[in-house]
């Protein structure tokens, strides 16, 4: 774990402030996600773009276009090795724009405090919640 730090901060981060932000399941989808990639994946992308419109939003002067930067870590285990799947993420604290000659952007966020968005508040969490009460093939179709 201290090798991916390093790595990270001496190889892929640029020196711009981070923050992390991390997503915990209820309890009552992590069966779900924990055997469905493709949900985790789902689950994932909601989560990053709440983050990044909340980065948007406090960060003033970028475009509509602009994105974040991010490194994702999915954890299956709790503190205890009990199942327990959340992501950790490590995110720039701001947003990229592309610069008319070809170049990026940065514009700092201000503002951003740390809270707490209420579950569902995300625009496509009802499509997340009924994929997962979406019928699954038996194993082995």
Not at 116 to 128: C, D, I, S, V, Y
Request: charged share 20%; aromatic share 6%; glycine share 10%.
């Amino acid at each position: 774990m201290v090798e991916t730090a390093a790595h990270l901060t001496d190889n892929v981060l640029p020196r711009l402030p981070v923050r992390q932000w991390v997503l915990a399941v209820p309890k009552r989808l992590r069966y779900f996600l924990e055997r469905d990639a493709d949900l985790q994946g789902t689950a994932l992308h909601l989560f990053l773009r709440v983050v990044e419109q909340s980065l948007r939003a406090n960060s003033p002067g970028s475009g509509p276009a602009a994105r974040l930067g991010a490194v994702a870590f999915i954890h299956r285990f709790g503190p205890a090795l009990n199942p327990h799947l959340h992501f950790h993420c490590v995110v720039i604290d701001g947003m990229f724009d592309v610069a008319a000659a070809g170049g990026v952007i940065f514009t700092a966020a201000t503002g951003v405090e740390g809270h707490r968005h209420r579950p569902g508040a995300g625009a496509g969490a009802p499509a997340a919640v009924a994929r997962l009460r979406a019928p699954r093939p038996a194993a082995g179709r």
